[in-house]
């Protein structure tokens, strides 16, 4: 082991002061309070539209306090997709991972997805304007992360899928095919949810998920 890395290391295990500690508590807060203004004004003018002083205004931070945690525009935006990219894998993670039946997962990994959205409105809104141009450039618009993110989410489907054929609950097909089938069905119903598109109130459907259920039901039940 190099000097610098024991360096690093013992500087990491060293005990941190009370004054440390709130200095370290008080630019976490600061961060997610940039990143919450990041997200709302993305959301609601697009990434392109949005400048980093709308952002500081929202937050009430200055343009140089924005930068003292944030490189530019792009980090910003990026970001703002890795935060909640990895609060939804980690529940969709745990959807899939508890007990029940293929199908019944299924259907609590779409109730999950719709629910993030509805939760997470102004990112639901930001991903919905996004996707169509950021997300056909992957690599070269968003950090790696994200893109894995993704690749995973359609990895665990397939694995759900799979799981849902052998057990004879589910149709026959190419799992992977299925898994981005699954996902465009979803962004289907989050674009048109009230609550994600217009900020309508919670409880506002223009269809129950009892009936995307069914819906998932007849496009992916075995026959």
């Known amino acids: ?23 370290r ?13 990041a997200e709302e004004a993305f959301a609601r003018k697009g990434f392109h539209e949005t400048t980093i002083a709308e952002i500081a205004a929202l937050a009430e931070f200055s343009v140089g ?3 003292g945690f944030f490189a530019d525009k792009d980090d910003l935006f990026v970001q703002v997709c ?25 259907h609590a990994l779409a109730d999950f997805q719709v629910r993030f959205f509805r939760e997470h409105a102004n990112f639901g809104r930001l991903f919905l304007r996004a996707s169509g141009i950021t997300f056909a450039a992957l690599e ?26 052998d057990a ?16 465009g069905i979803i962004a ?14 919670p409880g506002t459907e223009r269809m129950p998920l009892d009936q995307l259920h069914q819906i998932l039901d007849g496009t992916f039940g075995a026959p």
């Open 188 to 201: 289907a119903y989050q674009s048109s949810d009230p609550v994600v598109v217009s900020e309508a109130p």
């Open 65 to 67: 306090g924005v930068y």
């Open 1 to 23: 082991m190099s000097a610098r890395r024991a360096a690093e290391e013992a500087a990491a295990e060293a005990p941190v002061s009370p004054r440390e500690q709130r200095k």
């Open 168 to 183: 004879g609950e589910l149709r026959q097909g190419d799992p992977e095919v299925f898994a981005l089938l699954f996902s």
């Open 82 to 106: 890795m935060r909640r990219g990895t609060e939804f894998m980690d529940g969709m993670r745990a959807v899939l991972d508890d007990a029940g039946t293929p199908r019944q997962r299924l």
């Open 140 to 165: 070269s618009k968003i950090d790696k992360a994200v893109v894995d993110n993704y690749l995973d989410a359609m990895n665990l489907q397939a694995k759900l899928f799979r799981a849902g054929q």
């Open 25 to 37: 508590q008080h630019q976490h807060i600061s961060r997610m309070h940039l990143l919450d203004a």
